[in-house]
């Protein structure tokens, strides 16, 4: 007997909310996603007006701005409108492109993070030689590199998964198509996939994630070698908020992908999940962007402009 079969649509168990919180919890989704979506998108809008801000380091703030816009949009609306509509229900071709969306956008980000680690590190420990280094040129060329290297990560994982067969069971425990859950229903031979994710996955998360170390730990250095008491503590207190959101973002997708429990519930999964996909898009704008001076002085400049236009 062959029991695979032609599944048409998958079922997302989304999160165990007791009936009574699930208004309460909606809200907080709610706001979360709007608080995304505004912070993201006043970056990206203030980076576009203000001339003062275009600087490789804003260009890259800006990419990873609109790659934390669409990494959140990929996922919330939908377990949004699961939420309000009481129905969990994706089609086959929207779970694939759901899954090849949300890994772009965090391969995206994780080659985006690595370039501005290294964006910083030739701006203060080789500040003499920082415009001839990073030149529009060579920015141009990193930025391009970034969206194509992950469009075609993603793209080798989607492909290899719509190889696959499914067996009738057709629930996924997340609320969204997650590639480890999808690869628990198949009844094909995932030992491929498994390979991509352990060796082409570990390249996309572990080498950035020690390169982005690396170069804040050869930024402290060289900070501590000529400045005073003052920047050093500005300098600490910046690259500890940088890294506890680098960690954050890295720490959980290794530890769900690469580095899988067998004692992991799927609520801890969940909860792991929500970190790197709801949690940190969130943080990015206030971390990088929303504390910075500039940006600040930007809003300013941006909200005077318009007054004087009035």
Known sequence: ????????????????????????????????????????????????????????????????????????????????????????????????????????????????????????????????????????????????LCWVLAMLYSMLHTLLLARLSFCENNVIPQFFCDISALLKLACSDIHINELMIFTIGGLVTVVPFLLIIVSYVQIVCSILKVSSTRVIHKVFSTCGSHLSVVSLFYGTIIGLYLCPSTNNSTVKETAMVMMYALVTPMLNPFIYSLRNRDIKEALIRVLCKKKISL
């Open 1 to 144: 007997m062959n029991n695979h079969t032609v599944i048409s649509q998958f079922v997302l168990l989304g999160l165990s909310i007791p009936p009574e919180h699930q208004h309460l919890f909606y809200a907080l989704f709610l706001a979360m996603y709007l608080t995304t979506v505004l912070g993201n998108l006043i970056i990206i809008i203030l980076i576009l007006l203000d001339s003062h801000l275009h600087t490789p380091m804003y260009m890259f703030l800006s990419n990873l701005s609109f790659s934390d816009l669409c990494f959140s949009s990929v996922t919330m609306p939908k377990l949004l409108q699961s939420m309000q509509s009481q129905d969990p229900s994706i089609p086959y071709a929207g779970c694939l492109t759901q899954m090849y969306f949300l890994i772009a956008f965090a391969a995206m980000e994780s080659f985006l993070l690595v370039v501005m680690a290294y964006d910083r590190y030739v701006a203060i420990c080789f500040p003499l030689h920082y415009t001839i280094i990073m030149s529009p040129k060579l920015c141009i060329c990193l930025m391009g």
